[in-house]
């Protein structure tokens, strides 16, 4: 199994641009969120999904967009770059079975705007 | 807003004591609680959890330790080793889908 993958793993873009980054999983994964880490900090939550063509916002939802068609894949779409955005995103997948749950993170995709 | 907090920064130990890295947190409502552990450029990666109706629970090396008369949750980890050193998050939620991370203790391990 390849766990949580995401793509690209380096991106620069220019202010204005937009873009999407992927993340799939192949554990078959009811719950799917993506969160953002700044230098120095945790992890802060953007949207999650708790199953196909579900999702919601988190913490620091504005100027991102997902959607989650499938169970393995929820992409991350950025509509238009800010320099605000550099950061190291994270795509996590999770499952719950009673009290049994766990979460599993991707290796990131580090963004530069400029 | 609600958050998760950690007390030190920045950790140092000898190799082979153990290592105590705390963590408070401010909503009295969560019920599950996570450590992770992040080496450099790399994502979390789990190490233990621990739900509201329990106070402690055993890993490998690892013990977790929850006061939620404080609201404190503690992560042990004895006889530290070099491949202990990363950063440590504790977390916070109702859900393994939607956590709210502290901003991390930095463990370095001295040979």
């Known amino acids: 199994n390849a766990g949580v993958t995401q793509t690209p793993k380096f991106q620069v873009l220019k202010t204005g641009q937009s873009m999407t980054l992927q993340c799939a999983q192949d554990?078959?994964?009811?719950?799917m969120s993506w969160y953002r880490q700044d230098p120095g900090m945790g992890l802060r939550l953007i949207h999650y999904s708790v199953g196909a063509g579900i999702t919601d916002q988190g913490e620091v939802p504005n100027g991102y967009n997902v959607s989650r068609s499938t169970t393995e894949d929820f992409p991350l779409r950025l509509l238009s770059a800010a320099p605000s955005q550099t950061s190291v995103y994270f795509c996590?997948?999770?499952?719950?079975?009673?009290?049994?749950?766990?979460?599993?993170f991707g290796q990131g995709t580090r963004l530069t705007v400029v | 807003g609600e958050s998760v907090g950690l007390h030190l920064p920045t950790l140092s130990v000898q190799e082979g004591d153990n290592s105590i890295i705390n963590c408070a947190y401010s909503n009295s409502a969560s019920d599950y609680f996570i450590w992770y552990k992040q080496e450099s450029g790399k994502g979390p990666q789990f190490i233990i959890d621990?739900?509201?109706?329990?106070d402690k629970r055993q890993g490998q090396r690892v013990t977790v330790l929850l006061n939620k008369t404080v609201k404190h949750l503690s992560l042990q980890i004895a006889a530290t080793q070099p491949g202990d050193s990363a950063v440590y998050f504790c977390?916070?939620?109702?859900?393994?889908?939607?956590?709210?991370f502290g901003s991390g203790t930095r463990l370095l391990v001295r040979p």
């Open positions: 996590a997948s999770s499952y719950s079975r009673g009290s049994d749950t766990e979460a599993f």
């Open positions: 554990m078959n994964h009811e719950y």
């Open positions: 977390a916070e939620g109702g859900s393994s889908y939607k956590l709210i």
């Open positions: 621990i739900r509201s109706n329990m």
